[in-house]
């Protein structure tokens, strides 16, 4: 990656930092983004006290900056979720899980009140699907999940040697036309053996904050 882009990135993660006001718990995602978003979070005087996080590496980061790593079942009230994303429209739908982490941050999503998105400007896109669309599946229904993907116009890839934090295989999904991601993410959904589908466009993000060359928009 260039300067540029870590900068880019770095605005986005610090303009996410001013969210975070006096919040004592909130979550967090996975990515380069995020683990900047991590590091500057450890400067706080008043940081976090607590997280739940969407990946053991982001539990890893969290635990050395001195943030403890809640299980999101013992939460009652998530107020805050910050992460990345592969992909972005104005609309706010995203395409995530080029980490492998889609399940996990999909969850903390729909559990959290704000979801704030912080991307570089360079993963904005008029229309979802440049991006491989990643879709978690049960191992043993790889080929099966495959086929279906492929009778709807994709080209499903397996992201070989990849095992996620659940234990679950990827396919990384080449060439979908996403004219209608709410549907589509619903219709995925439905294959059997599917865990998760990497769009978020039913509970898209409420706020994308996009660092780009001259500082940060917000959406
Ligand atoms: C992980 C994700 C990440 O948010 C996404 O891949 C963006 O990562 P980065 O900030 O490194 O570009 O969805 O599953």
Request: one cysteine or more; aromatic letters at 2%; hydrophobic letters at 45%.
């Amino acid at each position: 990656m260039t300067a540029d882009g870590d900068t880019k990135k770095q605005r986005a993660a610090a303009a996410a930092l001013e969210l975070v006001a006096d919040a004592d718990l909130i979550g967090v995602g996975t990515g380069s983004t995020v683990n900047l978003f991590i590091d500057a979070l450890a400067q706080l005087p008043h940081r976090p006290r607590q997280a739940v996080s969407s990946s053991q590496a982001s539990s890893a980061r969290l635990a050395a900056a001195g943030i403890e790593v809640r299980d999101l079942n013992e939460v009652s009230d998530l107020g805050l979720y910050v992460d990345g994303a592969d992909e972005a429209t104005a609309a706010r739908q995203l395409i995530k899980g080029g980490g492998g982490a889609l399940t996990r941050e999909k969850i903390i999503a729909a559990a959290a009140r704000h979801f704030v998105c912080i991307v570089d400007d360079t993963k904005l896109v008029a229309t979802l699907g440049r991006f491989p669309l990643p879709v978690e599946v049960i191992p043993m229904a790889r080929t099966l999940v495959s086929r279906e993907l492929a009778a709807r116009g994709g080209r499903p890839l397996w992201r070989a040697g990849v095992v996620t934090d659940n234990g679950n295989h990827i396919l990384d999904v080449h060439g979908l036309a996403i004219a209608d991601p709410v549907a589509l993410e619903r219709e995925l959904n439905q294959i059997t053996g599917v865990v998760t589908v990497g769009l978020f466009a039913v509970r898209p993000a409420d706020l994308l904050i996009v660092g780009t060359a001259r500082g940060v928009e917000t959406r």
